[in-house]
């Protein structure tokens, strides 16, 4: 019947809809997902390995690539062109209000003679 066909049609789609959230729902139970591009100085790489070992524990399905060896008013203009999503620097100051700094520990140097 007519009738009948209105019906399969709203019925279609809401097994259409149901199949979507389903799948949303498991996007969001899986955690994070995606690449993060994290950029470092050279003298960051045993803190980047620490971070990332947290990172990678905490979301195994997301991928990373780090991009090492450069200097910090590199990666910042990275971070702020989007070509990176997090760097870890030592903060400069004067160059760093439209950022978000995160302290990750502090340094202790001593001398030994």
Same mark, same amino acid.
């Given at each position: 019947?007519?009738?009948?066909?209105?019906?399969?049609?709203?019925?279609?789609?809401?097994?259409?809809? $149901?199949?979507?959230?389903?799948?949303?729902?498991?996007?969001?139970?899986?955690?994070?997902?995606? @690449?993060?591009?994290?950029? @470092?100085?050279?003298?960051?790489? @045993? @803190?980047?390995?620490?971070?990332?070992?947290?990172?990678?524990?905490? $979301?195994?399905?997301?991928?990373?690539?780090?991009?090492?060896?450069?200097?910090?008013?590199?990666?910042?203009?990275?971070?702020?062109?989007?070509?990176?999503?997090?760097?870890?620097?030592?903060?400069?100051?004067?160059?760093?209000?439209?950022?978000?700094?995160?302290?990750?520990?502090?340094?202790?140097?001593?001398?030994?003679?």
């Amino acid at each position: 019947t007519r009738e009948g066909e209105r019906l399969v049609v709203w019925a279609k789609r809401i097994l259409a809809e $149901h199949a979507a959230f389903k799948a949303e729902v498991d996007a969001v139970r899986s955690g994070i997902t995606g @690449t993060l591009r994290l950029g @470092t100085v050279p003298t960051a790489s @045993t @803190t980047a390995s620490l971070v990332l070992s947290a990172f990678c524990s905490a $979301h195994p399905l997301a991928k990373v690539q780090v991009c090492s060896r450069l200097a910090a008013t590199e990666l910042y203009r990275r971070l702020r062109e989007f070509e990176l999503d997090a760097v870890i620097v030592h903060p400069e100051t004067q160059d760093s209000d439209d950022v978000d700094l995160v302290p990750l520990y502090e340094e202790q140097y001593v001398l030994l003679s």
